[in-house]
């Protein structure tokens, strides 16, 4: 087995978080299957502001009477966060 020259030590690895970046779209713009699958868990939900990344996820900013919540879902309308 080669001998190797060097330092011992071992790598840190350092774990970065980068936000996606989102662009704007209108509701009527976030694909089909998505709003389906949001209607059928959200119904009572209205969108009232929509974006998309370039992975295809969504963040939505959903409205009900007095509440509001923001959520991203998968580009199959799949819940990811809500906050």
């Known amino acids: 087995m080669p001998s190797f020259a060097g330092s011992t030590e071992q790598s840190k690895v350092q774990q970065v978080s980068q936000e996606k970046e989102y662009k704007k779209i209108t509701p009527d713009q976030v694909g089909k299957e998505t709003l389906a699958n949001i209607k059928a868990n959200y119904g009572d939900y209205q969108i009232s502001e929509a974006a998309v990344s370039s992975d ?17 879902f998968t580009p199959a309308g799949e819940l990811i966060k809500i906050w």
């Open 56 to 72: 295809g996820e969504y963040k939505l900013v959903l409205k009900k009477d007095n509440g509001i919540l923001t959520a991203t």
